[in-house]
């Protein structure tokens, strides 16, 4: 009998799910950003094309990766090279990195200013699947999978001393891709669960301004920072079922400051109402569940991490990000997925984006 024809698989959905995420990140960063630009730069559209050039010279980055064969980088050499990477490049923002709004996370190179520790997400993503699924086999005992988060631990410190949201992120990059391959489940959500107790710790008894945090969390009504977390709530009470419509936000104007970042989805449930932040949040459960299928599918257990990987950094951070604007969480600084301005979170999140749809052109059906 004759054997079928295996045909290659892509993608379309998931790709165009992002599409969706970035034209709309660009609509409402123009929204979110116009008055200030004008304010500021005498034009309103500072902030949007300067994030327009960074997404199409990302999206071209994004085609690249996504013809390019993913398992080439199933390499001992690419993925100690992409943790030398990291640590490089962390080490090197602690040294001579720029402070902004007294945060030292940025480094500037040839007058652009890059995050590194956003590109740490991918490399970390990179070095753990394929250590994980070469040694898949040797990791039986809860000794075996904790040695493998302690070696992500020096990558994570040097992030959580300016950046505690960043360090969650990749904090849970790292637990959910050793707690996939480990075998000893219950081991690993105890750990998990006194790592979270150290952490509560931490911000109880390490820097003033940590635990100050949780103070505008509990009442932000009553604390002289929390003005910004008050201001969100309003935007967000405001907009009702519907919203106000595309651009008719109040609290843009000046009242949440620099709004097309971190706090733009309070101007989104402001201006397209309950029936926009619903939307948005189905979008990216659309993108991270069309993610986590090609998982499933991966040829091999190297591309499945990966994806796995990209799935949850776009999950947790997109969680974190809306639970600290809607106060469900205390205040700290990630940008929202796609939408929020920032060249480096963009850059990084389609890089990824390639990489998993490059997964996918590797499924046979």
């Not at 050499?77 to 402070?99: D, M, N, P, Q, T």
């Not at 394929?130 to 086999?137: A, D, G, K, P, T």
């Not at 992500?152 to 891709?177: F, H, M, Q």
């Amino acid at each position: 009998m004759a054997k079928k024809r295996q045909k290659s698989y892509f993608d379309y959905p998931m790709l165009f799910i992002v599409f969706i995420l970035v034209g709309f990140g660009l609509v409402m960063i123009y929204s979110t950003s116009a008055y200030t630009s004008t304010v500021k730069f005498g034009n309103t559209t500072h902030w949007l094309l300067r994030q327009a050039m960074i997404a199409a010279g990302s999206l071209v980055m994004m085609f690249f990766i996504m013809m390019f064969d993913y398992r080439m980088l199933k390499k001992k050499v690419v993925a100690i090279g992409c943790y030398a990477a990291s640590a490089g490049s962390l080490i090197l923002v602690l040294a001579l990195g720029a402070v902004t709004k007294g945060s030292k996370r940025w480094i500037s190179i040839a007058g652009i200013q890059l995050q590194p520790s956003e590109f740490a997400k991918v490399f970390l993503i990179i070095f753990l699947a394929y250590y994980l699924s070469v040694n898949s086999h040797k990791i039986r005992t809860f000794r075996d999978a904790i040695e493998w988060v302690l070696k992500c631990a020096p990558i994570i410190g040097l992030v959580i001393v300016e950046n505690l949201s960043t360090a969650i992120v990749l904090s849970a990059i790292t637990g959910i891709l050793v707690f996939v391959i480990s075998p000893c489940t219950k081991q690993l959500i105890a750990f998990a669960l006194s790592i979270v107790a150290a952490g509560a710790a931490y911000i109880n008894f390490g820097p003033g301004y940590r635990m100050e945090r949780i103070e505008i969390w509990l009442h932000p009504e009553n604390h002289e920072k929390g003005l910004q977390t008050m201001q969100a709530l309003y935007a967000i009470g405001s907009g009702g079922i519907f919203g106000k419509g595309l651009g008719q936000s109040m609290q843009k104007m000046g009242f949440i400051p620099e709004s097309h970042n971190d706090m733009i989805f309070s101007i989104v449930c402001e201006e397209l109402g309950l029936f926009g932040a619903i939307a948005v949040i189905a979008a990216f459960v659309l993108l991270i569940w069309r993610i986590l299928i090609i998982a499933m599918n991966a040829p091999d257990l190297f591309g499945s991490l990966i994806a796995i990987g990209v799935a949850v950094h776009v999950g947790v951070q997109m969680i974190i990000n809306i639970g600290v604007v809607t106060n469900l969480l205390p205040p700290t600084g990630i940008p929202l997925p796609f939408i929020s301005y920032g060249g480096s979170s963009l850059m990084a999140l389609l890089m990824e984006m390639g990489l998993v749809l490059s997964i996918s052109r590797q499924i046979k059906v």
